[in-house]
Antibody, heavy 120, light 107 residues
């Protein structure tokens, strides 16, 4: 069974940092691209970042470029999102989601999400 | 960025009704469109990929059509468990963008 489990969400002050993790199981992790998608409270879905299999390429939404860094550890079947210089508007549930092969979508499996709250 | 506009933003229908949601892209995206269902408090779930392909395990009452800039998502016979918010999503160009969502309620 495919499982994606996010962790690392927390309450953090503006300007602070946080590292999110997503542990994957039930599939050959190294063969899939991975994404982070976020959802602010009561709002819609916003794509954040994407990393191809073998970490060949990473892409970021303009709203997080230069502040967030995506990485993956294929030996540990995990993907991470390092979030620096956090802003109030980064408050959201963050989901990791996989995509087949080197494609960015479709996002065929999602984790349950982890809540990041940026507030003083 | 490609803008995705869904219509309507919310919809109330009765069990058994045929439900249609439209999604319009700000530019031609071919068939690079997916549809997701999100139930309250849950993660999104992929229903339709490449505009018209039903994801494995998804009931056949769900369908999608369209290409270019105009797309349609249909539930042929609404069931109580279909209460959710539905999102279209394009992947012709990065960044991936989602429609604003259509909240579906039972009348």
């Amino acid at each position: 069974e495919v499982q994606l489990v996010e962790s690392g969400g927390d309450l953090v002050q503006p300007g602070g940092s946080l590292r999110l993790s997503c542990a994957a199981s039930g599939f050959t992790f190294s063969s899939y691209s991975m994404n982070w998608v976020r959802q602010a409270p009561g709002k819609g879905l916003e794509w954040v970042s994407y990393i191809t299999s073998r970490s060949t390429t990473m892409y970021y939404a303009d709203s997080v470029k230069g502040r967030f860094t995506i990485s993956r550890d294929d030996a540990k079947n995990s993907v991470h999102l390092q979030m620096n210089s956090l802003r109030d508007e980064d408050t959201a549930v963050y989901y990791c989601a996989r995509a087949p092969g080197t494609t960015v979508t479709p996002l065929d499996y999602w984790g349950q999400g982890t809540l990041v709250t940026v507030s003083s | 960025d490609i803008q995705m506009t869904q219509s309507p933003s919310s919809l109330s229908a009765s069990v058994g009704d045929r439900v249609t949601i439209t999604c319009q892209a700000s530019q031609d995206i071919g068939n690079y469109l997916n549809w997701y269902q999100q139930k309250p408090g849950k993660a999104p779930k992929l229903l339709i990929y490449d505009a018209s392909n039903l994801e494995t395990g998804v009931p056949s009452r769900f369908s999608g059509s369209g290409s270019g800039t105009d797309f349609i998502f249909t539930i042929s016979s609404l069931q109580p468990e279909d209460i959710a918010t539905y999102y279209c999503q394009q992947y012709d160009n990065l960044p991936i963008t989602f429609g604003q969502g259509t909240r579906l309620e039972i009348k």
